[in-house]
């Protein structure tokens, strides 16, 4: 999330057959039955690994930035279809297993491995393809966000995404989604027309507006709480260029806040904007404007003009040279973030951030205000999706990121005690995907009146609550 740093996923006793493996499970978690294991094995198009296995650390690790650190499931399958992902999920059942599902790793909780589980890890289900003739992309749900724009892209078409292309398409979209383009083109959400989802039972249902709506409903913003989605159909927009980039400068950061704070106001359907706070008074804001190239001009003078800039890289580019590149992010492993809903930007958190960007000793930590919900997202219907928009509420994240593998107390312990002071002056209701807590109660601030629904299709689909490794929807 860091702008700055853009350079910036049988049960029955038989421990000796665990032991014979040379992995010993915690004790809670039931014993494995070879022969159940091989017969899972055999009947699977991907792959599967027991922790012996010489790739079982590496395939566990992932490449994404979730803390994954002393989880170990039981056995990962890495599914190549939505069957696979139905015999796991039987299987896991019968054998009495929690379930951990996988699409980019980038749970800031680490919720979606699981301990002494079955992980579903989707890295093998990364297609994708684009039908251009009628505006639409199909992707694999384990496939990063960023490959569906990066095919779009050679046809002048884009995905309504969020704005770091290494985040998992799963994990982005089932949350709701909100990048670059919301303003313009709604949330992800909003642009998911059709998905295929295997349920707890291990059915394949296809979702769509007329296909199992209520599922639909539910797996726009109800996370991975009904099933494991296993492919999405978007609807791509026109997006030729953009006017882009990042301009920053060094300034009093609450001044400018309350200037940024007016002009995000003011935010025209086709700017969408990401500030970064960077200690020592200096603000860096990157801008995506998807409209026409003079208007844009005119929009971003304000801003541009706010103070003689430190650096200006704002200019006409194709808008896949302003997205990240999926494979971009440098810091798989390396990256604690905790993030919540700010609000408005006003008097009651600004001296609260710009105290807090401030006193980061240098190289720790940056906070960011990541989003601005506006336009078309919030022009949508309260009760077409369980996601909520709320008209100029600000996301934040504060975040910090190093390289090799000592993870640095110190800086995690900023975001900690950062997050913990923004929070104090935050809104209690949080875009699901930036919740950075598990607990019911945050879990249903986050839903507010949805909640109730949710919980009843849960109890549909879901009954015992299989799908558990994520912000869970209690039955
Ligand atoms: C660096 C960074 C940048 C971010 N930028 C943005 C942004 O610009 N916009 C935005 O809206 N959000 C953003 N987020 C938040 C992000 O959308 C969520 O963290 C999201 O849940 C991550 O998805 P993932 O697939 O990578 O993660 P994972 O850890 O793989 O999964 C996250 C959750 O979704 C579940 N899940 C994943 N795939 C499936 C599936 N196919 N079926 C069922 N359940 C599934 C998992 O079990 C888990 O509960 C960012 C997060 C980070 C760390």
Same mark, same amino acid.
């Given at each position: 999330?860091?702008?700055?740093?853009?350079?910036?996923?049988?049960?029955?006793?038989?421990?000796?057959?665990?032991?014979?493996?040379?992995?010993?499970?915690?004790?809670?978690?039931?014993?494995?039955?070879?022969?159940?294991?091989?017969?899972?094995?055999?009947?699977?198009?991907?792959?599967?690994?027991?922790?012996?296995?010489?790739?079982?650390?590496?395939? +566990?690790?992932?490449?994404?930035?979730?803390?994954?650190?002393?989880?170990?499931?039981?056995?990962?399958?890495?599914?190549?279809?939505?069957?696979?992902?139905?015999?796991?999920?039987?299987?896991?059942?019968?054998?009495?297993?929690?379930?951990?599902?996988?699409?980019?790793?980038?749970?800031?909780?680490?919720?979606?491995?699981?301990?002494?589980?079955?992980?579903?890890?989707?890295? $093998?289900?990364?297609?994708?393809?684009?039908?251009?003739?009628?505006?639409?992309?199909?992707?694999?749900?384990?496939?990063?966000?960023?490959?569906?724009?990066?095919?779009?892209?050679?046809?002048?078409?884009?995905?309504?995404?969020?704005?770091?292309?290494?985040?998992?398409?799963?994990?982005? =979209?089932?949350?709701?989604?909100?990048?670059?383009?919301?303003?313009?083109?709604?949330?992800?959400?909003?642009?998911?027309?059709?998905?295929?989802?295997?349920?707890?039972?291990?059915?394949?249902? =296809?979702?769509?507006?007329?296909?199992?709506?209520?599922?639909?409903?539910?797996?726009?913003?109800?996370?991975?709480?009904?099933?494991? @989605?296993?492919?999405?159909?978007?609807?791509?927009?026109?997006?030729? *260029?953009?006017?882009?980039?990042?301009?920053?400068?060094? =300034?009093?950061?609450?001044?400018?806040?309350?200037?940024?704070?007016?002009?995000?106001?003011?935010?025209?359907?086709?700017?969408?904007?990401?500030?970064?706070?960077?200690?020592?008074?200096?603000?860096?804001?990157?801008?995506?404007?998807?409209?026409?190239?003079?208007?844009?001009?005119?929009?971003?003078?304000?801003?541009?003009?706010?103070?003689?800039?430190?650096?200006?890289?704002?200019?006409?580019?194709?808008?896949?040279?302003?997205?990240?590149?999926?494979?971009? @992010?440098?810091?798989?492993?390396?990256?604690? *973030?905790?993030?919540?809903?700010?609000?408005? $930007?006003?008097?009651?958190?600004?001296?609260?951030?710009?105290? $807090?960007?401030?006193?980061?000793?240098?190289?720790?930590?940056?906070?960011?205000?990541?989003?601005?919900?506006?336009?078309?997202?919030?022009?949508?219907?309260?009760?077409?999706?369980?996601?909520?928009?709320?008209?100029? +509420?600000?996301?934040?994240?504060?975040?910090?990121?190093?390289?090799?593998?000592?993870?640095?107390?110190?800086?995690? *312990?900023?975001?900690?005690?950062?997050?913990?002071?923004?929070?104090?002056?935050?809104?209690?209701?949080?875009?699901?995907?930036?919740?950075?807590?598990?607990?019911?109660?945050?879990?249903?601030?986050?839903?507010?009146?949805?909640?109730?629904?949710?919980?009843? $299709?849960?109890? *549909?689909?879901?009954?015992?609550?299989?799908?558990?490794?994520?912000? +869970?929807?209690?039955?």
């Amino acid at each position: 999330m860091n702008v700055s740093r853009r350079k910036v996923l049988a049960t029955a006793s038989a421990a000796p057959f665990i032991a014979s493996f040379g992995y010993h499970a915690a004790a809670a978690a039931p014993a494995l039955k070879k022969a159940a294991v091989e017969k899972l094995r055999s009947s699977l198009q991907g792959r599967l690994y027991l922790p012996e296995s010489a790739d079982y650390p590496r395939i +566990n690790r992932g490449d994404g930035v979730a803390p994954v650190d002393g989880k170990h499931p039981a056995l990962i399958v890495q599914p190549m279809n939505a069957q696979d992902i139905s015999r796991a999920i039987i299987f896991a059942r019968e054998a009495g297993l929690p379930i951990g599902v996988r699409s980019g790793g980038h749970d800031a909780l680490g919720a979606s491995t699981t301990v002494d589980g079955l992980q579903i890890d989707l890295a $093998l289900m990364n297609g994708v393809e684009i039908f251009a003739t009628n505006g639409t992309g199909h992707i694999q749900t384990g496939a990063r966000s960023g490959v569906l724009n990066a095919a779009a892209q050679k046809h002048d078409l884009a995905a309504a995404l969020g704005m770091m292309g290494h985040v998992g398409i799963g994990g982005v =979209t089932l949350g709701g989604g909100i990048g670059w383009l919301c303003g313009r083109d709604g949330a992800t959400v909003d642009n998911l027309l059709a998905a295929e989802v295997v349920t707890a039972d291990g059915k394949v249902l =296809t979702t769509s507006a007329e296909e199992n709506p209520d599922l639909f409903w539910a797996i726009r913003g109800g996370g991975g709480n009904f099933g494991v @989605a296993s492919n999405f159909t978007f609807r791509l927009r026109k997006v030729g *260029t953009v006017l882009g980039g990042t301009v920053a400068f060094k =300034t009093d950061a609450a001044k400018f806040m309350r200037f940024f704070g007016d002009y995000l106001k003011a935010s025209p359907d086709h700017l969408d904007t990401a500030l970064i706070l960077v200690p020592g008074g200096r603000v860096a804001v990157r801008v995506c404007w998807s409209g026409d190239v003079e208007e844009g001009e005119r929009i971003l003078r304000p801003l541009r003009n706010y103070a003689t800039p430190l650096a200006d890289a704002i200019k006409v580019m194709p808008y896949e040279g302003f997205i990240e590149a999926p494979t971009a @992010a440098p810091m798989y492993g390396n990256h604690h *973030t905790r993030s919540g809903a700010l609000g408005l $930007l006003n008097d009651k958190v600004i001296p609260t951030l710009a105290r $807090l960007a401030d006193s980061a000793p240098e190289g720790v930590g940056t906070i960011g205000l990541m989003h601005y919900m506006h336009g078309a997202m919030c022009r949508v219907d309260q009760n077409a999706t369980p996601f909520i928009r709320q008209e100029g +509420n600000i996301l934040y994240a504060a975040t910090t990121s190093w390289e090799g593998p000592v993870h640095p107390e110190d800086k995690k *312990t900023w975001v900690q005690k950062t997050y913990e002071e923004i929070r104090k002056v935050a809104r209690a209701q949080t875009y699901i995907n930036y919740l950075s807590e598990d607990d019911e109660k945050w879990v249903r601030n986050a839903y507010g009146p949805h909640y109730a629904k949710l919980q009843k $299709l849960k109890r *549909t689909y879901d009954p015992t609550n299989v799908f558990r490794g994520n912000r +869970n929807i209690r039955v």
